[in-house]
């Protein structure tokens, strides 16, 4: 299984901005439809973003739509979540992941994640 590294996570206030990167540890063929997740503590992981393979369809969770933006560099075999006017409630670990379709199911293999927290 392709092993995914989410980094770029970090402490920002409120109303700032972020951008994550997920990227395959090693040397792999390219992802296809990818997702991004995120789990705050307490609760279930959720759904955020996602891409069609076609890298230019993109499903967004109604709590961030507006807000953040999911797009893929094929060169670098990277996805990227950009994160804007950040809320509190954006506090959680988030996880990129290889999706299916439909409906959006992310693989069983997890990576650790990368820490978002968004002070008030």
């Known amino acids: 299984q392709v092993q995914l590294v989410e980094s770029g996570g970090g402490l920002v206030q409120a109303g700032g901005s972020l951008r994550l990167s997920c990227a395959p540890s090693?040397?792999?063929?390219?992802?296809?439809?990818m997702g991004w997740f995120r789990q705050a503590p307490g609760n279930e992981r959720e759904f955020v973003a996602a891409?069609?393979?076609?890298?230019?369809?993109?499903y967004y969770a109604s709590s961030v739509k507006g807000r953040f933006t999911i797009s893929r560099d094929n060169a670098k075999n990277t996805v990227y979540l950009q994160m804007n006017s950040l809320k509190p409630e954006d506090t959680a670990v988030y996880y990129c992941n290889i999706i299916s379709m439909w409906p959006i199911t992310p693989s069983s293999s997890w990576g650790q994640g990368t820490q978002v927290t968004v002070s008030s």
């Open positions: 090693g040397r792999t063929r390219s992802v296809g439809a």
């Open positions: 891409m069609h393979w076609n890298g230019i369809d993109t």
